[in-house]
């Protein structure tokens, strides 16, 4: 709001991190992101060289933000009891600000992740996509219904298409086409995903961007951010088979109740 609507892209923050004082061996304790939607496994690429812990909310945050209570922790216990307190005290309070409103429940989401394992991660990405790149000229349909099925962050709330996807229900549809992949996603996942506060199904803490619905955000900047930065270079090639059919087409599916 300060500097016309100029927003932080994920290129900037890894620049600015490669230009910071901290590294593998100077991480931070943990970075935490007081803002919608930025959970995800991208994220946590960037940043698994700069920080130890990563917090964020897989869904909308009200405008009020987080409960900085948990502050008054931060020396006096071990930085896991700080990072249980800040995504417990955060889902109470937003359940207790909607309550005493009388709104109705709105999807609540706050995660933390053990950085430990980005790589881990990222390697098991790697290895489900690499798998569906083989058949994506040939089971185009199949592929795609799981991706449709897949439980969506921040349509709900705002009535957007950000192609963002829950990881772990993702690997949860297509595990009856490859279930070994999908069985290691889902335990790496279950190994960093280390708080996940929540008051909604479907959301392990975790998204992936999985284009389908938006084409122009995925022609305008994400295909040349993931190339830019390096990310996930096995669903890169195949983000680039399933696009050459999907941007050919009209959207035909309709998304899944949430």
């Known amino acids: 709001m300060l500097f016309d609507n100029d927003s932080l892209t994920l290129q900037e923050m890894a620049d600015a991190l490669a230009a910071s004082p901290f590294n593998a061996e100077n991480k931070l304790d943990f970075v935490g992101f007081d803002a919608c939607l930025m959970s995800s496994a991208e994220l946590c690429h960037i940043w698994k060289d700069y920080a130890r812990y990563l917090v964020a909310s ?78 994506v000229s040939t089971s185009y349909n ?9 439980r969506a962050l921040g349509r709900a709330s705002t009535g957007s298409e950000y192609d963002l996807i829950d990881l772990q229900d993702l690997s949860v549809q297509m595990a009856d086409l490859y279930p070994d992949e999908s069985k290691a996603l889902q335990s790496v996942i279950g190994e960093m995903v280390v ?64």
Do not use: H
């Not at 992740?113 to 083989?134: C, G, H, I, P």
């Not at 199949?142 to 897949?150: F, I, K």
């Open 195 to 258: 708080q996940n506060a929540t008051n909604t199904n479907g959301c392990c803490g975790m998204s992936l961007y999985y284009p389908f619905f938006n084409k122009p955000y995925y022609e305008d900047s994400w295909d040349a951010v993931y190339s830019s930065l390096g990310l996930f270079p096995s669903y890169q090639q195949y983000l680039k088979g399933f696009a050459a059919q999907w941007l050919a087409e009209s959207t035909l599916f309709q998304s899944a109740p949430l």
């Open 58 to 135: 897989q869904e909308v945050e009200p405008s009020f933000g987080w409960n900085y209570s948990f502050l008054s922790s931060i020396g006096t216990a071990s930085i896991e009891t700080v990072l249980s307190d800040m995504a417990q005290s955060y889902l109470s309070t937003c359940l207790a600000y909607y309550e005493e409103r009388g709104y109705e429940s709105r999807d609540t989401t706050l995660s933390c992740m053990d950085l430990s394992y980005a790589d881990q991660l990222s390697a098991a990405v790697d290895a489900l996509f690499a798998r569906a790149l083989s058949d």
């Open 142 to 150: 199949q592929l795609t219904q799981r991706r449709v099925n897949t």
